[in-house]
């Protein structure tokens, strides 16, 4: 059937025929002439300025130029700085009597007012030229001058330099969106977006299709945003991701699928989450793991900007196993050292009490890290913080053991390991002099996931006394793959839930122990890490619906009924398929070096999910509320203050 109508179609839209062809052929051909004529993009097409401020040069001298901005800065009346999104130029108000009206303009419009100055580009007076500005070497004498809106006194001045609370610059983010920061992260995600769709649709034939936004229920997950319908009792829920749309379209036969979505989850407050946010979403049918991760590598070095340096391909590839055992994380920081080291078998025979009981039980085991130079750097006071920080949130004991420097330091139970097992431990952990190690005992992943959160600790501790550890210049990409399938459930150990979800393929080697141990099944999940933050999940998916409909109902005792379209299609000649989503608010985070991804979204919402701006949400009418059939049920004093108290807690998704 494809045969019969692709040819047809491209012939169709390679050969318009007609006054149709003649057009498309010119225009066409116009464009042609202009992109390989023009290598930049043309900043002042179609708008009333020549040239855009940040762009004049030494090569510009003597051009007479037009320009639209905002007074950043005056001097003397004699300077004034105009801003525009690409730079600064300065501008020589004139002096003369015939330019008195000009003057005027110029020098009474307040600071962050707009106007539009029409003049000739001259060289700066000899040693008056700012090396720090790019525009430094000219400036514009100004002929004409329009005032074309004044501004009131601002809530804070338009400096990168200035500091401002977070909550002022959203509250006025339009302004906030001046700074020169804001406006690169903008544009380098812009940029980089771009340069994804390139290498997406044109070099790999990827169709960009937009999926609803409107849709329903998804059992597991991350909660839901709910929409009241005009319907009574039923209600839309906004899609966590497209990811029963995207393997739709495979089933539909799309082949290969991308989109860059806006997703929601109702968090509630995150410190650094967004209810809404955007990914890159990919989907392809007959493909598998490393046909996936090939694909993201190309797809990340072609769109990388070209001022933070090249993308070096492939990325390297870690178990989950391997990465709980040596960082304690499934998203660990490859850019320093500081691993995880079992030492049990060094401490088999010791007389050390909290070691003995440990290495007593079944997953009993001893685990280590070494801070270098830790004698050196760490304090009382921070041997303190993470002894406490171990007890607090693990109700585990961390021994640190000071080997030669500070040895005073150590505990009556430290000196005890030395004595007892000094030797081997400084041979199995290799140490130096100065160095400290952090010793912890007891059950495999508790004790793991404890000295994960204290080599990052340590790390922050280390760096805040002047030692470089990460490298903020260096983008380090890792693969972590083999993922368990399930997970206990936290309010049912005896039940199991997707590890990440109920759509993910087994590992081909454990789809036999579905039926008698499916705690033991990998998955084939794969997470893209970088520089310790996840920045892309993904998996091969079911495409058998038998398959699919035993782990949903017998294994994770789900409601089928909410997924039967995508059971029902997976019936219908399903291809094998996988794909992967990139977080492009992560990404662009990491890639810019901002603090926050809400530094790198145009109008993002507050840590409580709050627009500060628009002061969204807000209060509906009961009579707006009619036609959906639903009415405020509020809470009382009491159940006020309880939540106020007890913000609800989401475990990392």
């Known amino acids: 059937m494809f045969s019969c109508w692709l040819p047809g179609l491209n012939r169709g839209l390679a050969t318009p025929t007609g006054r149709i062809a003649q057009l498309v052929g010119r225009s066409l051909s116009r464009s ?127 400096k990168d330099f200035m500091k401002k609370t977070e909550a002022l610059r959203l509250q006025y983010r339009y302004l906030d969106l001046r700074s020169f920061q804001m406006q690169y992260n903008l544009r380098l995600r812009s940029q ?69 979505a806006r997703c929601y989850r109702d968090e509630g407050s995150r410190p650094d989450r967004q209810p809404e946010f955007t990914q890159i979403d990919i989907e392809m049918s007959f493909v598998d793991q490393p046909g996936i991760r090939s694909l993201i590598e190309g797809l990340l070095q072609y769109s990388w900007p070209s001022d933070k340096g090249p993308v070096g391909v492939p990325f390297p590839s870690m178990t989950f196993a391997e990465a709980l055992a040596s960082y304690g994380t499934d998203k660990p920081d490859t850019r320093f050292g500081m691993k995880i080291v079992d030492i049990s078998d060094v401490f088999r025979n010791t007389e050390v009490g909290f070691l003995q009981d440990a290495l007593s039980k079944p997953q009993g085991t001893v685990k280590a890290i070494r801070i270098p130079e830790g004698a050196k750097y760490l304090k009382r006071k921070d041997i303190e913080s993470i002894r406490k920080f171990a007890a607090d949130h693990f109700d585990q004991e961390v021994l640190p053991v000071f080997l030669k420097a500070n040895r005073n330091w150590n505990s009556p139970v430290a000196k005890l390991v030395m004595e007892e097992q000094g030797l081997g431990l400084i041979r199995r952990m290799e140490n130096q002099e100065e160095d400290v190690v952090l010793l912890t005992a007891g059950e495999h992943k508790r004790a793991c996931s404890l000295l994960g959160k204290l080599r990052l600790e340590c790390a922050d501790l280390l760096e805040a006394r002047g030692v470089l550890l990460r490298d903020p210049a260096l983008f380090s990409f890792l693969w972590v793959v083999d993922f368990p399938l399930f997970l206990p459930k936290e309010e049912k150990p005896g039940e199991l839930e997707s590890a990440h979800h109920p759509f993910t393929a ?97 109008f993002p919402k507050s840590f409580r999910g709050q627009d500060l701006m628009s002061d969204a949400p807000d209060f509906i009418p009961p009579e707006d509320l009619k036609p959906y059939h639903i009415q405020v049920s509020w809470p009382t004093d009491a159940e006020t203050e309880k939540n106020s108290l007890n913000p609800p807690h989401h475990p990392e998704s």
Not at 65 to 73: A, D, H, K
């Open 32 to 158: 042609l002439q202009l992109s390989s004529r023009r290598s930049v993009p043309e900043l002042s097409s179609f708008v009333a300025r020549t040239n855009t401020c940040g762009e004049l040069r030494s090569s510009h001298l003597g051009q007479e130029v037009t320009l639209c901005g905002w007074i950043q800065y005056r001097r003397q009346n004699i300077f004034l700085v105009l801003r525009d999104f690409q730079g600064l130029v300065q501008v020589l108000i004139p002096r003369d009597e015939s330019a008195a009206s000009v003057k005027k303009i110029l020098c009474d419009a307040p600071m962050e007012s707009v106007v539009q100055v029409s003049g000739t580009v001259v060289s700066r007076p000899p040693g008056q030229e700012n090396p720090k500005m790019p525009t430094g070497d000219i400036e514009i004498k100004v002929k004409t001058a329009e005032l074309l809106n004044p501004c009131k006194k601002l809530p804070f001045e338009i």
């Open 192 to 260: 980089m977006v771009m340069k994804m769709r390139e290498y997406l649709c044109n070099l790999h034939g990827f169709v960009d299709v937009e999926t609803p936004t409107l849709f329903k229920r998804t059992p597991g997950g991350a909660k839901e945003f709910v929409i009241p319908s005009r319907e009574p009792g039923k209600f839309y829920s906004l899609p966590q991701s497209p990811q029963q749309f995207k393997q739709l379209l495979m089933v539909g036969g799309l082949d290969r699928y991308f989109q860059v």
């Open 506 to 602: 087994p590992h081909p080697s454990d789809t036999h122990l579905l039926h008698t141990e499916p705690e033991k099944v990998r998955s084939q999940h794969y997470d893209l890490v970088l520089n310790g933050s996840e920045v892309g999940g993904g998996s091969i998916r079911i495409h058998d619906a038998q398959l699919q409909r035993y782990i949903l109902e017998t294994l994770l005792k789900e409601d089928v009924k909410l997924l039967s379209h995508l059971l029902q299609a997976l019936d219908y000649g399903a291809p094998p398929h996988g794909g992967i989503a990139l977080g492009l608010d992560r990404l662009i985070c990491l890639v810019t070096g901002a603090p926050s991804i809400r530094d790198v979204i145009a």
